[in-house]
């Protein structure tokens, strides 16, 4: 016997499918008889096996359940009975238990072919296989969708469509419907995406009339999972599984971290709608919400397997979120943000973690962001967001974010408030390097006097805009100013803060970096000393900035002509930070990065090589592959297997360095420049074989730059430094 489940969320069109084979089969003669039941209840499985009874065998109508019953006994092969080939549908199965008792028989001749939104083993077994039934593709859904227009002599845009077919999930009840709204009202694709995205309009204005549904259609969209959800509610933990999916119906459709929806956020918001069997709400516990996500899987209104991400239709969501009054969809806002916020680990354990949490930050962001802002802040889910931005290198985006933020906070708060000013001052975080310098000096400079007026010219707001602005003149070239803006900016902090905070000794570090830059390595050298005393003393042996002095001092060690010293220094601090922090860490690659560096010039190309190739598998995965440290990690290894004897690899790396930098900052940032000119620098031969080649195209690269960056930018300079070695080995100067 042929017998199969189909299963499915509401709209993927089970009972279509269904109908679909039982039409073909009957016009096709391959079965004698066919016997379609809506078996929403257990009562009506028994009507139509009754009806059938009556109408094939002549049974009683008085007696339903004997008349089903002889029907079921019919189906059963009998020796020396006519054979007889049947087909029995049982369509929209609502509840697994309904059918105990009532599945046919086996029989070589018959089939039974099932709907139903619910998952259960229980569907399962004696020769039944359960058949998911999913969304269209997005080719199907539109060439479904041109084709319903094209019935109607209706030609639409085909990135329209696309787009449309998009919005609406790929699901094929809501592209049937919406087609019908366009026909009927006379608008276009394009209009209708933005009626559809306007979210002050309800999903069921979108859709035709209950009267003028197309298909033989009972319901809309809007009310398809109405039924489910009350199925879903009534499983054990009764009463939990709606407040989950309202919960969910805030997030990311394509992946909600299942930590979120059980961490304790969650189990509050649960447990404050749980129907309660005493005078006080019984706590939710996490198995609680574990149930409750499984009483949803069941009912198909999410899909959820303990270890990954819970996936959630859009328009089920937006349906839920249309649902609730005012108060409730703000108390569910604010748990879904602390949810987000409690589950988000500190140390993003790779990209992807971090990817998902920003998306489900943005969708929370993009229903009802004014939610998240109180009379007094912003809800701090907002400021992690910006924060994963610019771990994970999408700097942009980060400054975009905090532009906005502090947009928010200006328009709530004012100008002079402390979240405005620190929202504006990330905004501007990584101008140094995406900007021209100029750019970014002006920007902190207007910032730095805005933050002496506001809120006065020694409160921390202003000495942070302060340091910014130096640091901003340090990427434009102008060390000299930077370090001046740091002498001072470290009095005003001795004055105003203790000589050993942080921020005083953070300052200490700048200076130290800007006499290094300028050439003054002793007395780089000597302040760094200085300065790690006093770090281990007043912020501990692993405090970020310790270990950072540290990595400075064996950098300088290097540099004054002994590698080795430098690699053993690295060595004792890479074993350190795999100890404290774990090999994933980012802090920890970049002590890798440099690790192999001074390898390879401590004599170890080849060793050095294959330990940084090590670290970029890992960075890829932590960070994206996007990522600049992973651009510069790329440059790094091409030279050091160039060293290490493979003479091919130098250009390739720095290729692969200079496309990823080019996908961040765009084909005109110096850095991209900078290492396509170095790149065509080695493809003439570098310096050694043809030094007027690598000079022309060093200057060409080097007027490119100045056109748009100006001629102080580090960039520039680093290649006017390439172009004097060319011009020194170049006979006619």
Not at 168 to 174: N, S, V, Y
Not at 192 to 208: M, S, T, V
Not at 525 to 534: K, P
Not at 567 to 577: S, V
Request: with cysteine; charged share 25%; hydrophobic share 40%.
């Amino acid at each position: 016997m042929l017998s199969q489940v189909l299963t499915g969320t509401g709209g993927v069109g089970k009972t279509q499918l269904a109908a679909d084979y039982a039409r073909t089969a009957w016009d096709s003669g391959e079965v004698d008889v066919l016997v379609w039941i809506s078996a929403s209840s257990r009562s009506a499985i028994t009507a139509g096996y009754a009806q059938a009874g009556v109408e094939v065998l002549a049974a009683d109508p008085s007696d339903p359940e004997q008349s089903a019953r002889a029907f079921l006994a019919w189906l059963e092969p009998k020796a020396g009975q006519k054979p007889c080939r049947w087909l029995v549908v049982l369509d929209n199965v609502a509840d697994p238990a309904d059918m105990r008792g009532w599945w046919p028989p086996a029989s070589p001749r018959g089939r039974v072919l099932v709907t139903t939104r619910r998952r259960e083993a229980a569907l399962t077994g004696a020769g039944r296989r359960l058949v998911s039934v999913g969304l269209f593709t997005p080719q199907d859904a539109a060439a479904y969708f041109t084709a319903v227009l094209a019935a109607h002599d209706r030609h639409e845009p085909t990135d329209q469509i696309d787009s449309l077919a998009a919005d609406l999930g790929h699901l094929p009840l809501a592209l049937a419907q919406a087609a019908a709204y366009i026909i009927d009202t006379h608008v276009t694709c394009a209009r209708y995406r933005r009626l559809l995205a306007d979210r002050l309009r309800k999903l069921a204005d979108l859709l035709p009339e209950p009267s003028a549904l197309p298909d033989d259609q009972a319901v809309t969209v809007a009310a398809t999972w109405s039924l489910s959800i009350e199925h879903a509610d009534r499983l054990r933990p009764a009463g939990l599984a709606r407040p989950m999916l309202q919960l969910a119906g805030m997030l990311d459709p394509n992946g909600i971290p299942t930590d979120v929806l059980t961490s304790r956020p969650a189990l509050t918001h649960l447990t404050r709608h749980r129907t309660p069997d005493t005078q006080q709400p019984i706590p939710a516990t996490t198995e609680d919400a574990a149930g409750a996500l499984h009483a949803l899987h069941r009912l198909s209104l999410v899909t959820y397997a303990p270890g990954q991400p819970v996936r959630v239709h859009g328009l089920v969501q937006r349906s839920v979120r249309e649902q609730l009054p005012p108060e409730l969809l703000a108390r569910t806002v604010q748990a879904a943000a602390d949810a987000l916020l409690q589950a988000w680990p500190q140390t993003e354990r790779d990209f992807a973690t971090g990817q998902r949490f920003r998306a489900n930050t943005e969708t929370l962001r993009s229903h009802d962001e004014h939610l998240l802002w109180s009379d007094h802040d912003v809800h701090e889910v907002l400021l992690r967001t910006g924060q994963s931005l610019a771990r994970a290198g999408l700097y942009q985006a980060a400054m975009d974010h905090y532009r906005q933020l502090a947009a928010t906070s200006g328009q709530k708060y004012g100008a002079g408030c402390p979240r405005t000013l620190v929202c504006r001052s990330n905004s501007l975080r990584f101008l140094r390097v995406t900007a021209h310098p100029a750019e970014a000096v002006a920007a902190y400079a207007e910032l730095a006097a805005d933050c002496a007026r506001l809120v006065g010219p020694d409160a921390p707001a202003t000495f942070d805009a302060r340091g910014e602005l130096a640091n901003a003149r340090v990427s434009g070239g102008d060390l000299a100013g930077a370090l001046a803006d740091y002498e001072e900016l470290l009095l005003d902090h001795r004055r105003v803060q203790d000589p050993h905070h942080r921020r005083t000794l953070s300052v200490r570090s700048q200076i130290a970096s800007l006499h290094r830059d300028t050439g003054d390595a002793p007395r780089a050298t000597a302040l760094y000393e200085e300065l790690l005393a006093d770090c281990r003393t007043y912020l501990g042996p692993l405090d970020d900035m310790t270990l950072n002095v540290r990595m400075k001092l064996a950098h300088l060690q290097g540099e004054a002509g002994d590698p080795a010293g430098a690699r053993d220094r690295l060595g004792e601090l890479l074993d350190e930070h795999l100890a404290e922090f774990g090999r994933d860490d980012h802090r920890t690659l970049v002590v890798r990065h440099e690790l192999a560096d001074w390898r390879a010039a401590a004599g170890d190309p080849a060793g050095a090589a294959a330990e940084l190739s090590d670290m970029i598998d890992d960075a890829v995965r932590i960070l994206g592959a996007h990522h600049i440290d992973v651009a510069n990690a790329r440059y790094s290894l091409g030279l050091l297997r160039d060293k290490a004897g493979d003479a091919n690899a130098a250009p390739v790396g720095i290729d692969e360095s200079a496309r990823l930098l080019e996908q961040t900052f765009g084909p005109d940032h110096p850095f991209v420049i900078g290492h396509r000119g170095v790149l065509q620098m080695w493809q003439h031969g570098l310096m050694e074989s043809d030094p007027v080649a690598a000079a022309e195209a060093l200057k060409e690269m080097i007027a490119a730059l100045r056109s748009v960056w100006g001629s102080d930018h580090s960039q520039v300079l680093e290649l006017r430094r390439f172009l004097l070695v060319c011009c020194a080995r170049n006979p006619k100067g």
